[in-house]
């Protein structure tokens, strides 16, 4: 089971950037997929989630508005769109699988049992 994370970069302030993660191994069609980020010297934090059939989302209340959680499981990929991005959103960021089939979204990362690597997202002011 592999998750790789792309899509991330320098961007300025106000610009935007989309992420992409792209799961092998087995399908998560089933799943939960969520995004996840950790800024240096702070915990990793829940960014959004989205259902197996995209019928539901959840954003963190630093994002709702501006970020973006699709999915298209027939190629097994999750997608984040970051727009107007802002300098607290420097992170890396990380994609992860639910470890329950069709639950609802959980913001805890302990209920995520498969993690990608993680892209860098750098925002400068």
């Known amino acids: 089971v592999q998750l790789q994370a792309f899509g991330g970069g320098l961007v300025q302030a106000g610009g935007s950037l989309r992420l992409s993660c792209v799961g092998s191994?087995?399908?998560?069609?089933?799943?939960?997929m969520g995004w996840f980020r950790q800024a240096p010297g702070k915990e990793r934090e829940f960014v959004a989630g989205?259902?197996?059939?995209?019928?539901?989302?959840s954003y963190a209340g630093s994002v709702k508005g501006r970020f973006t959680i699709s999915r298209d499981n027939a190629k097994n990929t999750v997608y984040l769109q970051m727009n107007s991005l802002k300098p607290e959103d420097t992170a890396v960021y990380y994609c992860?699988?639910?470890?329950?089939?069709?639950?609802?979204?959980?913001?805890?990362?302990?209920?995520?049992?498969?993690w990608g690597q993680g892209t860098q997202v750098t925002v400068s002011s």
């Open positions: 992860a699988v639910d470890r329950r089939r069709w639950g609802p979204v959980r913001d805890d990362s302990d209920e995520y049992d498969s």
């Open positions: 191994g087995r399908t998560f069609s089933n799943y939960v």
């Open positions: 989205i259902t197996w059939n995209s019928g539901s989302t």
